[in-house]
């Protein structure tokens, strides 16, 4: 028989028993439908924290007190740790394979206030020049801060796009001043959006000099309370320069600089942007893991679903098994009728499962505020897997249909 003829032959059987299908596909449906909206939701989320890693600098390394991600934190070890300094910064500026440096301090502000309106939980950063190189910021109006207003200390600052829209909704916030705990900075200009980074706002954010920064903001006198707001300095390697080999000079001048011997553990952290994706890919791992273990429950339940419902139209067409093979159909022919039909069964049901999950990712990213992607080897993803559990499942009643006797399945009531 063609197998043309064979499809329309499965497909009248479908639309015999329309509720039956659906319900046998149903446990298809669902596992595909986890499947490519968990999946989907996770593409749009690699891509953009892909795209907020890249906007922190290209190259950046950080040379800091606490390493990203480090687990457990000994707050005694921390505590003992030195203080990175400025001639740490001026040491690490001449290095030849190091192209920029930016030592930076920053403080989380419970708020800002301008003629009585606030806003609330700002990052102050202050820095030196060079952050707009190595942090890839911006201006949008006004200008950055300079070397001069670093060396004199003055109380300039540049605002993110946040901090705008929520003080200056209707005027220009250039030559504006604002109060930073008790202190008054004047803005003399605006910082172009970033966006978000893993939930928090990056436009929520003021700069400051370095030095002005350090006047207005001591640190702490507790060796605790230095852990998190002692210098940092980030530093942008040289165009061709490799990444890791600029770590381990670095590594190795802050090493010599704090006299380190070669038995001693480094007493300081080097953070890389893939710092950050290793933690993010620790984080989805998990996700991934869970969704494997859905979807494979969901597929298994309903694989056993067609299975079960192909060995009762087995039962139910046996003299429809045993008229056709009398008519010279052969025992190929049988097994690939049924056969296509379980495939066919879990194949649709894959589909519509693809388009669930692609119009639920849709929505949750909506509602969350997320971003997915659908690439269209999920598409392939999604029904070819349920191709293949149709083809798994459907093997077995197939193939018992195929080796009934004729004359037993005419003589079959």
């Not at 911006?138 to 207003?149: A, L, T």
């Not at 989805?284 to 056993?304: D, K, N, Q």
């Not at 046996?318 to 056709?324: A, K, N, P, Q, S």
């Not at 066919?344 to 509602?367: R, S």
Request: overall charge positive; glycine content about 10%; hydrophobic content about 45%.
């Amino acid at each position: 028989m063609p197998f043309w003829d064979l499809l329309k032959l499965s497909l009248q059987t479908f639309r015999t028993h329309k509720m039956r299908s659906f319900l046998t596909a149903l446990g298809i449906i669902v596992g595909v439908m986890t499947v490519i909206s968990i999946v989907s939701l996770i593409q749009g989320m690699n891509q953009e924290v892909e795209r907020q890693i890249s906007s922190l600098g290209s190259n950046s390394i950080f040379v800091q007190k606490v390493a990203w991600g480090m687990g457990h934190v000994d707050f005694e070890e921390l505590g003992h740790r030195p203080d990175l300094t400025l001639d740490d910064a001026r040491a690490l500026a001449r290095l030849p394979s190091v192209d920029k440096v930016a030592p930076q301090r920053s403080r989380q502000i419970s708020r800002i206030i301008y003629q009585g309106e606030k806003v609330t939980s700002v990052n102050v950063l202050g820095a030196t020049p060079e952050v707009r190189v190595t942090g890839n910021y911006k201006v949008e109006s006004g200008r950055f801060i300079n070397s001069d207003d670093n060396r004199r200390k003055r109380p300039v600052c540049l605002a993110g796009g946040y901090i705008v829209d929520n003080l200056f909704p209707e005027e220009n916030p250039i030559g504006k001043r604002i109060d930073i705990r008790g202190h008054r900075f004047t803005i003399v200009g605006v910082l172009e959006r970033k966006g978000s980074f893993l939930g928090q706002s990056q436009d929520n954010l003021i700069i400051t000099p370095l030095l002005t920064f350090s006047k207005y903001f001591p640190l702490p006198r507790s060796r605790r309370g230095r852990i998190f707001r002692s210098l940092s300095i980030q530093v942008t390697p040289k165009k061709g320069a490799r990444v890791d080999a600029v770590i381990d000079e670095i590594r190795e001048l802050i090493r010599r600089r704090h006299g380190l011997g070669y038995d001693k553990p480094d007493d300081f952290a080097i953070n890389t942007q893939e710092t950050l994706r290793d933690i993010y890919k620790n984080i989805t791992r998990v996700a991934y893991i869970v969704m494997i273990a859905v979807a494979a429950i969901s597929l298994l339940v309903g694989g056993i679903g067609i299975m079960n419902i192909m060995l009762v139209a087995v039962a139910e067409r046996t003299r429809e098994i045993g008229l056709r093979k009398a008519l010279g159909a052969t025992n190929r022919v049988i097994l690939w009728q049924f056969l296509l039909e379980s495939v066919l069964l879990a194949a649709v049901g894959g589909l519509i499962g693809v388009g669930l999950g692609i119009g639920i990712a849709k929505i949750a990213g909506a509602l969350g505020h997320l971003k997915s992607a659908a690439p269209f080897w999920i598409i392939l993803l999604g029904v070819g897997f349920s191709g293949g559990v149709g083809i798994f499942f459907g093997i077995y009643p197939a193939s018992r249909a195929a080796k009934l006797n004729p004359i037993e399945a005419l003589r079959y009531e």
